[in-house]
T-cell receptor, first 112, second 114 residues
């Protein structure tokens, strides 16, 4: 069975550029989560969706970050404009509501 | 608010021995779940084991078991018969039973010595 799929796996960009991270959840899962992992702050939730609807976006750092889930099989996390402090590993996870969350391989973002 | 505390930044264990990774939590929710994830050096997050707050028995999954002490608010992970492949970061996390975000601890780095 395919797990959570994320792309790209690595992204290197320059400050000020737009970055788009993509996620395909496990088929049949109706909750999708975006987490960010940094050395300083550890693993933190950015936003999550239930049935394609954003439920909690309190972890989104600021207006430069936006996330969408246009359908049950696809989500994007966009950073515009990117800044060096956005450098981190971004994980997407999916689950059935109130069930175990399964993580994708992550996207390692470096903003120069 | 929910909080996870992992007080051991790093641990060493001899191959084939058992090891316990500590996790304490704080929550005001009456119903919650506790999770452990493994993150090897390759970076992925691998789900290991789950314990519900109302579960009467401690969870077990193969070589992993969870020593759940509700009154003490602890959910320690026990790995039996350690293997070299167990070397990784281990994260404890908590979540409301109704779903939603995981709150993670800072992690424990386990090194298994041959």
């Amino acid at each position: 069975d395919a797990g959570v799929i994320q792309s790209p796996r690595h992204e290197v960009t320059e400050m000020g550029q737009e970055v788009t991270l993509r996620c395909k959840p496990i088929s049949g899962h109706n909750s999708l989560f975006w987490y960010r992992q940094t050395m300083m702050r550890g693993l933190e939730l950015l936003i999550y969706f239930n049935n394609n609807v954003p439920i909690d976006d309190s972890g989104m750092p600021e207006d430069r970050f936006s996330a969408k889930m246009p359908n049950a099989s696809f989500s994007t996390l966009k950073i515009q404009p990117s800044e060096p402090r956005d450098s981190a590993v971004y994980f997407c996870a999916s689950s059935l509501v109130a069930d175990t969350q399964y993580f994708g391989p992550g996207t390692r973002l470096t903003v120069l | 608010a929910q909080k996870i505390t992992q007080t051991q930044p790093g641990m060493f264990v001899q191959e084939k021995e058992a090891v316990t990774l500590d996790c304490t939590y704080d929550t005001s929710d009456p119903s919650y779940g506790l999770f452990w994830y493994k993150q090897p050096s390759s970076g992925e997050m691998i789900f290991l084991i789950y314990q519900g707050s109302y579960d009467q028995q401690n969870a077990t999954e193969g070589r992993y078991s969870l020593n759940f002490q509700k009154a003490r608010k602890s959910a320690n992970l026990v790995i039996s018969a350690s293997q070299l492949g167990d070397s990784a970061m281990y994260f404890c996390a908590i979540r409301r039973n109704q779903g939603g975000k995981l709150i993670f601890g800072q992690g424990t780095e386990l090194s298994v010595k041959p």
